[in-house]
């Protein structure tokens, strides 16, 4: 499917975002009409995804959050078990590389969350055997991804954990408990996971770690786009955001 060139301008207010939209290339125009084709939500930072959209290459970027046995500290040691690829995310993410792929390389990397059970679910399991465990999930499962999916664990683009720590003092602060609240009460609606350290703990942990992640992606991949696969969207969208300097680009294109 090929995009159109509609003429974005009329439907965005922010200045910066219609300026951003008008600046585009032919190109970048039918990437963005196509990008539009699949958005359910809005997207989030018009003006750095247009930005993204006018490189050579195009780099998405998406998690697929880990599947656990029911009451074990244990993991489905399978990929397609994961929550991106055991949904209807996984055939909708390679319609939609193949018609970005149509007009301009694009890449899609998945990141495996390798350290989550540890270091947020607060498993008794070291780091090192849960990066073992994801890396060979990846490796059973690479003839059956398609080309332009690049699966990675998250410890491989880690520059420095010791940013992780520092990104855990400031979900202490007041400031988040809306935040930490919010999510630990999305947590609850996971039986399948074991919090040994309790909810709240581990709702705190993962603010710190979605604000870790967004800044890491900053440094590796400054142009990247999000590919939102995780609900609520606009909740998970925010707790990216906070540690960056400049805001992520992300689009919905799933149900």
């Known amino acids: 499917m090929r995009g159109t060139t509609k ?3 009329h439907e965005i207010v922010n200045t910066q975002d219609r300026k951003a939209v008008r600046s585009l290339s032919e190109t970048g125009r039918e990437l963005l009409g196509i990008l539009e084709s699949y958005e359910k939500i809005g997207f989030v930072n018009v003006a750095g995804l ?34 991106f690829f055991r949904s209807r995310k996984f055939a909708a993410g390679q319609k939609l590389l193949a018609d970005l792929n149509a007009i301009t390389p694009t890449r899609l990397i998945v990141i495996l969350p390798d350290l989550e059970p540890k270091r947020t679910w607060g498993w008794d ?10 890396e060979l999930m990846i490796d059973d499962a690479r003839e059956k991804l398609p080309d332009g999916f690049d699966v990675v664990c998250w410890s491989h683009l880690e520059t420095d954990p010791r940013e992780y720590q520092r990104a855990l003092l400031w979900a202490l602060e007041p400031t988040q ?21 309790g909810v709240d703990v581990s709702a705190r942990k993962q603010v710190a770690a979605y604000a870790h992640e967004g800044r890491q992606l900053e440094k590796l991949h400054p142009h990247a786009i999000l590919v939102q696969s995780e609900f609520p969207p606009e909740r998970k969208d925010k707790m990216y955001q ?9 689009i919905h294109p799933f149900e």
């Open 125 to 134: 399991i070291e780091e090192d055997e849960l990066t073992c465990a994801c």
């Open 50 to 83: 247009c930005a993204a959209l006018d490189l050579p290459k195009i780099t998405l970027v998406t998690f697929s959050c880990l599947a656990s046995i029911r009451g074990k500290q244990e993991l489905q040691l399978d990929l397609l078990k994961t929550f």
């Open 177 to 197: 408990r809306i935040l930490v609240h919010q999510e630990a009460e999305h947590l609850r609606e996971y039986p399948d996971i074991l919090f040994p350290d």
């Open 7 to 9: 003429d974005w301008s």
């Open 242 to 250: 906070p540690l960056r300097n400049r805001p992520l680009p992300i």
